[in-house]
């Protein structure tokens, strides 16, 4: 039986990681943090319908305690999904976010080194290392050009990982994904704070949302895609480094125009902007080239822009729903100004 260990199993590619890896039949084991509020909101489903699922405690920080873990799991394949993954979060806590994304990647590398070389490592990799490019299309040899201590962290995991692989021939492989969202997207990420407005608005009880820049352009696709892709990578016969991307790019009005046409609704009269919602560094266009993951492993995206912002916006608007229901009830406080940004 193979199996999985996944870092960031509560996450959103955690979730379509874990569940993906247990309708394979694998058998799967993710690291969460003790503390005093563990949430496993987006997995409570899978730990409660597959037997297969197991959660342990671990510190990204504590080589030891990875070693040991590894040691008992004795996992085929290990992916490491764990970031502290908001870029805009990044400026304001670089510390935390450069921490987990330098010495959290070495020290999995060198307890899959100690324990067994052959065990397969996946290291999450992101566009936003690229810095973005205008209107240029980004392929594996673009140069990296992190503008945010989150992007820097990223270089840092892919360089150390490529090490890996060349200094002691082990199977690292570095996914760098483009901007994936779902339903499961956290809440502080343009997309979903988008679709949850609209679901908001729709049974009025939201009646602005504040965001930065409008005119920042991204190559969007769905997070269940893109972790087959993660699969497929490394599954294949070599370790190798791979962009996921759908090769389409859109802009955040773009984003807002789908969502808001959904209700029926023209999304200038409900979204406003403001200066300090902005990135001090800001990445204003990413478009990824995937065509050779697309020849070489035979991946593609299967679903649209457009079909993944309905899904979203009809998910938030399920939600709203049941707002509404507490709101009714005098439970719960309508949000005239969510001021919120991207």
């Known amino acids: 039986m193979n199996k999985a260990l996944i870092t960031g199993i509560t996450g959103q590619d955690g979730y379509y990681l874990s569940k993906l890896l247990l309708e394979k039949g694998y058998e799967v084991h993710g690291i969460v943090r003790r503390s005093s509020n563990i949430n496993t909101k987006r997995i409570d489903n899978l730990i409660s319908s597959y037997k297969k699922l197991n959660l342990h405690y671990g510190d990204l920080l504590d080589f030891s305690s990875l070693s040991n873990l590894i040691y008992n799991i004795q996992p085929q394949e290990v992916y490491n999904l764990a970031a502290q993954s908001h870029v805009g979060v990044s400026f304001k806590n670089p510390m935390i976010t450069s921490n987990i994304g330098t010495n959290g990647v070495v020290a999995i590398l060198e307890a899959i080194k100690s324990v067994d070389k052959k065990i397969k490592f996946y290291q999450a990799g992101s566009s936003e290392m690229y810095g973005g490019l205008d209107n240029e299309m980004i392929n594996i040899k673009t140069p990296f050009n992190p503008k945010s201590p ?16 060349e200094s002691y021939n082990m199977f690292c492989v570095n996914g760098i994904l483009f901007n994936h969202e779902s339903p499961l ?10 679709s949850k407005a609209v679901g908001r608005i729709s049974l009025n009880l939201q009646e602005k949302l504040t965001l930065g820049n409008l005119d920042a352009v991204r ?4 997070a269940g895609d893109y972790v087959e892709a993660m699969w497929l990578m490394i599954n294949h016969k070599q370790p190798n480094d791979w962009i996921v991307s759908t090769g389409e790019s859109y802009s955040v009005k773009n984003f807002l125009e789908e969502a808001f046409s959904i209700i029926d609704k023209d999304w200038q009269d409900y979204v406003t902007t403001s200066e300090k919602y902005f990135r001090p560094n800001e990445v204003h266009y990413l478009l990824g080239d995937s065509s050779e ?3 070489t ?3 593609k995206p299967k679903v649209s822009f457009r079909e993944l912002v309905k899904m979203m916006v009809e998910n ?8 509404k229901i507490l709101f009714d009830k005098n439970l719960l406080s309508p949000t005239w100004e969510h001021p919120v940004s991207n």
């Open 185 to 194: 997207r956290g809440e502080t990420f343009v997309t979903r704070k988008i």
């Open 150 to 165: 989150y992007a820097a962290s990223k270089v840092f995991g892919f360089d150390i990982t490529k090490i890996y692989r």
């Open 293 to 295: 993951i697309r020849k």
């Open 297 to 299: 492993l035979g991946w």
């Open 316 to 323: 938030d608007i399920k939600e709203a729903e049941s707002e």
């Open 219 to 222: 190559d969007w696709g769905f």
